[in-house]
T-cell receptor, first 117, second 112 residues
Framework: DAGVIQSPRHEVTEMGQEVTLRCKPI?????LFWYRQTMMRGLELLIY????????DSGMPEDRFSAKMPNASFSTLKIQPSEPRDSAVYFC???????????????FGAGSRLTVL | DAKTTQPNSMESNEEEPVHLPCNHS???????IHWYRQLPSQGPEYVIH???SNVNNRMASLAIAEDRKSSTLILHRATLRDAAVYYC?????????????FGKGTLLTVNP
């Protein structure tokens, strides 16, 4: 099992550019999470998908951020246009949510470190 | 969400046991106690979780107070690889239990 795979691991871009972060969850997991980590705010949940459907996007900071999950094995987080304050490490995580509503533990990817100049 | 309180940092020596405390005085009956850790430059990883009884796994032990208002993560023999930020998180069963809300955690330093 390769775990949760994120790409790119590092991204440096200029303000105003579009950034796309990618995530491949663990096969068989039906829940996917995008988190952001900064020194100031720690780890914050941005969006949660269950069975490819966005369930909770209350953590998405503003309209510049969007996330999609076109199928069970792929998700993207897009920032357009990017700003310096978006610089952070973005983590994708997946888990298995059972029919009774209980979610099993989360497995995180290694993260994508974004620097916006 | 019920909150947890952890010391900002702790220090240990290699090969010695480490007891990481967590206070959660407002815990509800449906809250599980989860521990995750984050090694440098990595994503968080699951360590252990429990509800009422003490729990053991290959990584650690979790001791839960009888009134459930506090718990302790026990690393039986710390290694340098255990240096990480340890997060104590309450996760309710059902409803919005998909969420893991991370606090600041405890930074554990392990001295050789």
């Amino acid at each position: 099992d390769a775990g949760v795979i994120q790409s790119p691991r590092h991204e440096v871009t200029e303000m105003g550019q579009e950034v796309t972060l990618r995530c491949k969850p663990i096969s068989g997991h039906n829940s996917l999470f995008w988190y952001r980590q900064t020194m100031m705010r720690g780890l914050e949940l941005l969006i949660y998908f269950n069975n490819n459907v966005p369930i909770d996007d209350s953590g998405m900071p503003e309209d510049r951020f969007s996330a999609k999950m076109p199928n069970a094995s792929f998700s993207t987080l897009k920032i357009q246009p990017s700003e310096p304050r978006d610089s952070a490490v973005y983590f994708c995580a997946s888990s298995l949510r059972l029919a009774g509503g209980y979610s099993k533990v989360l497995t995180f990817g290694a993260g994508s470190r974004l620097t916006v100049l | 969400d019920a909150k947890t309180t952890q010391p900002n940092s702790m220090e240990s020596n290699e090969e010695e046991p480490v007891h990481l405390p967590c206070n959660h005085s407002t815990i509800s009956g449906t809250d599980y106690i989860h521990w995750y850790r984050q090694l440098p430059s990595q994503g968080p990883e699951y360590v252990i979780h429990g509800l009422t009884s003490n729990v053991n796994n290959r990584m650690a032990s979790l001791a839960i107070a009888e009134d459930r208002k506090s718990s302790t993560l026990i690393l039986h023999r710390a290694t340098l690889r255990d240096a990480a930020v340890y997060y104590c998180i309450l996760r309710t069963r059902g409803g919005s239990n998909y969420k893991l809300t991370f606090g600041k955690g405890t930074l554990l330093t392990v001295n050789p």
